[in-house]
């Protein structure tokens, strides 16, 4: 991605702070100075079952993506986007919470690399 849009010198920056989107600019921004930083967050992870077959749950996953200019910290685009899970393979709660949640972990995963497959 990163050559068909002619970008470089391109850094992941990963931090735990969640919710705190303005705080984290500015401490990038501190360490950057110049550049263009995109900003991804989880807005919303909802499962929902299905309204003939009430023991069975899907997924649905909205994510939020930013892009800043990290010069004045003005915020360039911003857009959300939701991807629904496989009503097909949908699971009961109980093989949903199962083993620390490694089905809906699994299934989550899956979704959020829809909107933002890694290469």
């Known amino acids: 991605m990163s050559t068909e849009l002619g970008l470089k010198d391109i850094e992941s920056v990963l931090t735990a702070e969640t919710g705190e989107t303005a705080r984290n600019v500015s401490l990038i921004q501190k360490t950057y100075h110049t550049g263009l930083m995109f900003v991804f967050e989880t807005w919303m992870?909802?499962?929902?079952?299905?309204?003939f077959s009430p023991?069975?749950?899907?997924?649905?996953y909205w994510g939020k993506g930013s892009l800043y200019q990290l010069e004045d910290s003005q915020k360039l685009w911003s857009a959300m986007c939701e991807v629904k899970g496989d009503?097909?393979?949908?699971?009961?709660?109980?093989?949903?919470?199962?083993?620390?949640?490694a089905?809906?972990?699994k299934q989550l995963g899956g979704l959020v690399l829809t909107l933002a497959p890694i290469n």
Do not use: P, V
């Open 87 to 101: 009503s097909e393979n949908s699971a009961t709660l109980d093989q949903l919470r199962a083993n620390n949640g």
């Open 45 to 51: 992870i909802h499962y929902m079952y299905h309204m």
């Open 55 to 60: 023991t069975k749950y899907w997924l649905t």
């Open 103 to 105: 089905l809906l972990k």
